[in-house]
């Protein structure tokens, strides 16, 4: 399989819209997120990325998209993220955020990875940007739905370059799979200089 990847920004984003509400609901049903997605809320939180500064890096095999990674500035997007990164000296407005990552199982250890990445810090640079964060939830090591071969990204991210923030954790709530209602998880951000 050789994949192919293409990014979209402005108004170009709502052709690939449903295409990445699919992959996310898909893909983080599994561990680590455990998301009991739909399609109403993803369509309301995606229409952030046709902001003429964000991007959406789509992996393609042949037509179909099968993998996707959002960014946009940080002081761009939605959610509040200042009391997580209160005690950071980089402001907030020179911080891209790398969003969402999501890649169907079979086309992983590909290379995906580093486009997603690569394309986005990219756009960050040409924003005028100084720094690239993200950030990924964090569960017990004793939760009963991890996998007994689950192996964390963390040695991915740190290659790439990015290292924890320490203290800089998020707290955002949805809703798990077999859960009746939402509870707020922990988010440790991880950035690094562009």
Known sequence: MS????????????AVLDDLARLRITVFRDWPYLYDGDIAYERRYLEL???????????????????????????????????????????MSDIFYCAESVLLPRYRGQGAGHAFFEAREDHGRA??????????????????ARPADYR?????????????????????????LGEEA????P????????
């Open 3 to 14: 994949l192919s990847f293409r990014s979209f920004t402005g108004a170009d984003v709502g």
């Open 49 to 91: 990325y046709t902001n003429p500064r964000a991007i959406v890096v789509g992996a393609f095999d042949r037509s179909q998209m099968v993998g996707a990674a959002t960014g946009m500035p940080l002081t761009d997007h939605d959610d509040d993220f200042g009391s997580a990164l209160a005690g950071i000296t980089v402001p």
């Open 127 to 144: 924003l005028g940007l100084t720094h690239s964060a993200f950030c990924g939830v964090q569960r017990p090591k004793d939760h009963p």
């Open 152 to 176: 964390p990204l963390d040695a991915f991210w740190c290659k790439r370059g990015y290292d924890k923030v320490p203290g800089a954790i998020a707290h955002f709530a949805w809703k798990d």
């Open 182 to 185: 939402e509870t707020e998880k």
């Open 187 to 194: 988010l440790q951000f991880w950035m690094k200089p562009l």
